[in-house]
């Protein structure tokens, strides 16, 4: 594994995670390609579409996010990142769609979560009919600030790893300039010897006719 792949490792991992109430996940998305997501949802529920580029070209890609019945309720030309929360209006399947059918040439490492619903609650925590008590109160507070935690870490990380991939590029563009630039000075130091060694080179008779 090289030191690219090992980047991304915690991504990849990522893409076996799914929840009952939406899906995260990273994939690559190929030059002049296409790929859509599919999730149920049911009517009146809220939901949240979220997405980042990682990797790739401008780090840019188009997305559609369209109901059962066709309608397109959410588009984006050529964005890095977004995020889109809507209501269903009906219920049925709705299709999330990324698209780089516009590069041909730039292979893309693509960040999405699909979130259904609200965040599930502590099991056994609120199924009663008494008012929670302050240990089950703490123990609620203390789950949903871990959520957020586990939130920030992952677009902590995807930063991270956008960072290094543009930080490796870089690198191996100045890499290049300066073995270009060295050999453009090595050139021109054998020429101008050639040339200064000419000058004091002593001609023959009959160079001088």
């Known amino acids: ?20 109430n939406g899906a995260e996940l ?22 949240t579409l979220e997405f980042q580029v990682v990797t790739g070209g401008q780090y840019d890609v188009d997305v559609t996010l369209e109901a059962p019945n066709k309608e397109i309720i959410y588009r984006q030309v050529k964005t890095q990142f977004d995020s889109h929360t809507f209501v269903a209006s009906m219920s049925g399947v709705y299709k999330a769609c990324f698209s780089n059918e516009f590069s041909t040439f730039s292979h893309k490492l693509v960040y999405m979560e699909f979130q259904v619903g609200d965040e599930p609650s502590l099991p056994g925590v609120g199924e ?39 930080a490796e590029d870089l690198n191996e563009r100045v890499l290049w300039w300066s073995l270009q630039e060295t050999l453009a000075v090595l050139i021109i130091s054998i020429g101008q010897v050639y040339i200064l060694k000419n000058f004091f080179t002593d001609r023959k008779p009959s160079q001088n006719l």
């Open 1 to 20: 594994m090289d030191h690219w792949s090992a980047c991304f490792l915690f991504v990849s991992f990522l893409g076996t995670v799914f929840h009952t």
């Open 26 to 47: 990273t994939f690559e998305l190929p030059d002049s390609s296409k790929e859509c997501f599919y999730q149920e949802i049911e009517k009146n529920v809220s939901a």
């Open 128 to 166: 009663h009919v008494t008012v929670m008590t302050q240990m089950e109160s703490s123990a609620q507070e203390i789950h949903k600030n871990l959520n957020s935690i586990m939130e920030y870490q992952t677009h902590h990380r995807l930063r991270e790893a956008q960072g290094r991939k543009r």
